[in-house]
């Protein structure tokens, strides 16, 4: 059992939101305590845990103890699409399947409906993200810090542009927001399949000052235009420049301020040599390996890929 799963290590995590799953959530679940689920269930759930994910007060332990050894060679497998012959007007591919099954609306403000469920619904409805792995340095200089992010995405590309989502206020900011918006300087780091264990680990909370470098293991490099490092692991690594903040309020506590978009511009790409082409342009997936956030816990590997040609008018 690692550090991670040290519920000591977690009494700070004051800031996960309680439908997080967090280490807590998992040792209530190795320790068959859950009031949730009887016994039964969940020893018929950790047989079929290569297809369903995990849920709280289940055995985490014991269910990813029976799933598969991680396949490290997996590369990358480029298959036909789902229906090769389709044809302009065909429409979806599963023989009119779809069309015959109803759909549930929720509005996200009905009564009774907790943020908590929007937010589950979010995560895991809008896959895969992007993890934004974002290194700042504090105002001072003296201190390093390390996150991940998937509210990310890259938006434009003259001028490079991404946008980061900050769960929270500008006021009470995380502290990679607080170094961005003090700084307007930042490194977005993609992860790959061989650092994801310790990209996770940059998640701690720890305290405002505490490096998640050490925690996670991971090495600094040292960047071009901003101060804050990038990470050496990376083979993908962008220095940004912050363009504009902008707060959002809630809906469910009006007032509190819950959310800051950062608009961030990328000025220096650093990609590892072996994964980018003579013309400097593209990135082979195969190196890059990359790994998305899915919902609850899980993350998802890039090995299945398909090819469409763009339909011209
Ligand atoms: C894969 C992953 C993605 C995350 N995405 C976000 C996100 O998009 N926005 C956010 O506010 N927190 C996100 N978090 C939580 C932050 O990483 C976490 O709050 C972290 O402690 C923030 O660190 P900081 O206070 O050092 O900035 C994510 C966590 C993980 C593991």
Redesign the pocket.
């Known amino acids: 059992m690692s550090w991670f799963f040290n519920p000591k290590s977690l009494r700070t995590?004051s800031?996960?939101p309680a439908q997080i799953p967090t280490s807590r959530h998992l040792i209530r679940g190795s320790q068959n305590s859950s009031p949730i689920l009887p016994q039964s269930y969940r020893q018929k759930s950790t047989m079929i845990k290569t297809s369903a994910h995990f849920k709280v007060g289940e055995n985490f332990d014991e269910i990813q103890a029976s799933r598969p050894n991680f396949q490290r060679d997996a590369g990358v497998t480029y298959s036909k699409p789902p229906k090769p012959d389709w044809k302009e007007g065909d429409g979806a591919n599963d023989g009119g399947e779809s069309l015959k099954k109803q759909h549930i609306e929720i509005d996200p403000y009905e009564e009774g409906r907790p943020v908590s469920s929007n937010y589950k619904l979010l995560i895991s409805g809008i896959v895969p993200?992007p993890?934004?792995l974002?290194s700042?340095k504090s105002k001072d200089g003296k201190t390093a810090?390390?996150?991940?992010?998937?509210?990310?995405q890259v938006i434009n590309h003259d001028p490079p542009l991404f946008t980061?989502?900050?769960?929270?206020s500008l006021e009470k900011?995380?502290?990679?927001?607080?170094?961005l918006a003090e700084t307007q300087e930042c490194v977005i780091n993609i992860i790959s399949e061989h650092f994801v264990e310790a990209?996770?680990a940059?998640?701690?909370?720890?305290p405002?000052g505490v490096s998640?470098w050490e925690i996670s293991g991971l090495h600094q490099a040292p960047s071009s235009v901003v101060q804050a490092a990038r990470v050496k692991e990376s083979i993908l690594s962008i220095e940004g420049k912050l363009v504009e903040t902008k707060e959002f309020e809630s809906k469910a506590t009006p007032g509190k301020k819950t959310g800051v978009l950062a608009i961030i511009e990328g000025v220096r790409f650093w990609v590892r040599e072996d994964a980018v082409d003579e013309e400097k342009s593209v990135i082979d997936l195969k190196v890059l390996k990359p790994i998305s956030?899915l919902g609850g816990l899980a993350?998802g590997r890039t090995t299945d890929a398909i090819e469409l040609p763009r339909p011209k008018f």
């Open positions: 995590l800031r996960i993200r993890i934004a974002i700042t810090n390390l996150a991940p992010f998937s509210y990310a980061v989502g900050f769960v929270g900011a995380k502290d990679s927001l607080k170094n990209a996770n940059a998640a701690v909370n720890a405002y998640e956030r993350y």
